[in-house]
């Protein structure tokens, strides 16, 4: 493909984005197929001789967007949001187009120092202390991973990594019931172990954070049996209901304790560029010595963009720093993000959260998640209403209910709603009993986007 044959595709993919945005209420939010139907209809082997661009565009329109699910829907209410505003569509088309490798200062050298300015706006967005740095991540799952890597680091006074864990003892970590299952996986992985992550209660509604006493009491107990606390992870903004610690009484704890202190905020960190969320939900977060949100979900950067804000990143640099020769830069002192993160290879994933923020502004970013928490308590009163049972009340813009009827029925009418196609839910898991949880969060959803669900619950539960 020579650049004037580019260019006219490119014209094309913009224009088939376009359309694609602009159609998709008209759309199922989740495509009607079976498994395998997809690549039934893809060649079997690779092709010997190239084709025209004109056969591969026809088959990418026949077979893709129709066996897609569409998570830029406006009534995709499933999961948490993997937002993609326009704006930030646009940097990602010019990040492909220029194809940088950010792995160091030099190879990449606007795209290392506008990660580290971006960095330090969305540290003064969500009210993060002066002095604070931090990394873009891929995904807050490495943040997760990066940061357990240092608790345990810390925990072996930095020989781990060298000498390995077998003679360090049980390295034990805490968390809430309802933290992510990135943190079982980051235990998996950094080899501290399933076994070794202690989950322990929470206290209930209305937040669902986890028992600052419980936590005392389990270091304690490890200790005495001759364990060695590591670290804590905190969650604001849970996933299965959105429960959120008291930063303030886990950070306490921490610090009495010595141990490394992670905040994961994947979804709600967003929320805190809203003063009123962050009085509420933030208190205590400059206890921590690690924080990770995704500017990918609720703020509209298209995936994958996760930032993890750290207070002293010199731990985390000792823990992950890797330098042979080759990597080095010589006669300058820069920085290299790759010494941050597992990856070498890094994406220049600054360049959209410049065109994002620019765009819209802190205040045009507050004023669609304040009106996604509005909408979300409005579906949630007239679920109510309609004879829904409430089983947790909105945390931000995600609450759960359930309908009549036991918990496969609960299953049933999950999904029998996306069956349906007109939006898009998921199931979900508390105290025992089978939930149906409905978020708020698409970038250009409206109100009536919003409350079309509820009457589609209704109309399909059979209780209009």
């Excluded at 390995?164 to 943190?183: N, P, T």
């Excluded at 590591?230 to 969650?235: K, T, W």
């Excluded at 890094?346 to 970013?365: C, D, H, N, T």
Aim: aromatic share 10%; net charge negative; charged share 20%.
């Amino acid at each position: 493909m020579d650049w004037e044959e580019f260019a006219r595709w490119g014209e094309r993919a913009a224009q088939f984005g376009a359309d694609y945005h602009e159609g998709l209420r008209d759309r199922p939010v989740r495509p009607d197929v079976t498994p395998g139907e997809a690549a039934a209809l893809l060649a079997d082997a690779p092709p010997e001789v190239g084709e025209a661009m004109e056969a591969i565009w026809a088959d990418f329109l026949d077979i893709v967007p129709k066996r897609l699910t569409h998570w830029q829907h406006p009534r995709f209410f499933a999961y948490f949001p993997a937002n993609a505003a326009p704006v930030s569509m646009l940097a990602e088309m010019l990040v492909s187009v220029m194809a940088p490798q950010c792995m160091l200062w030099q190879t990449s050298p606007v795209a290392t120092e506008m990660e580290g300015v971006m960095v330090d706006w969305l540290r003064q967005a969500v009210g993060l202390p002066e002095g604070w740095s931090g990394v873009i991540q891929d995904s807050a799952s490495s943040a997760t991973l990066s940061a357990v890597l240092t608790m345990r680091e810390r925990a072996c006074d930095w020989s781990g990594n060298r000498e390995g864990l077998s003679a360090k003892g049980a390295l034990r970590v805490y968390v809430s019931e309802q933290a992510h299952s990135s943190v079982d996986r980051a235990c998996w992985v950094a080899g501290i172990g399933q076994d070794n992550l202690v989950k322990l209660p929470s206290v209930g509604a209305p937040t669902f954070g986890v028992d600052a006493v419980a936590l005392r009491r389990a270091i304690a107990e490890d200790r005495a049996a001759g364990h060695v606390p590591a670290g804590i992870v905190a969650v604001t903004g849970g996933t299965g209901i959105g429960a959120w610690d008291d930063l303030a009484a886990v950070g306490a704890v921490a610090a009495e304790e010595g141990l490394y202190l992670h905040c994961d905020a994947a979804w709600a960190g967003s929320a805190m560029i809203c003063p009123e969320i962050r009085d509420e939900m933030w208190r205590g977060i400059e206890t921590c010595d690690s924080v990770v949100f995704n500017p990918h979900k609720w703020l509209g950067a298209q995936f994958d963009c996760s930032v993890q804000f750290l207070k002293d990143p010199q731990q985390q640099v000792d823990t992950l720093k890797i330098a042979p020769e080759y990597l080095k830069t010589s006669g300058a002192e820069v920085v290299n993000y790759s010494e941050w993160t597992i990856p070498l290879g890094r994406r220049f994933r600054a360049l959209k959260l410049w065109f994002l923020l620019r765009y819209y502004g802190l205040e045009g970013l507050r004023a669609r998640m304040r009106n996604h928490v509005a909408w979300a308590g409005e579906v949630c009163c007239a679920l109510r209403d309609h004879g829904f049972e409430i089983v947790t009340e909105p945390i931000l813009s995600l609450f759960t209910f359930r309908g009549p009827g036991d918990d496969a029925a609960q299953q049933r009418l999950v999904d029998a709603i996306n069956a349906d196609g007109r939006i898009y839910v998921t199931q979900g898991m508390h105290a025992g009993r089978r939930v149906v949880r409905f978020q708020v969060g698409q970038f250009d959803c409206t109100r009536d986007d919003v409350m079309m669900a509820v009457d589609v619950i209704a109309e399909i539960s059979g209780r209009q």
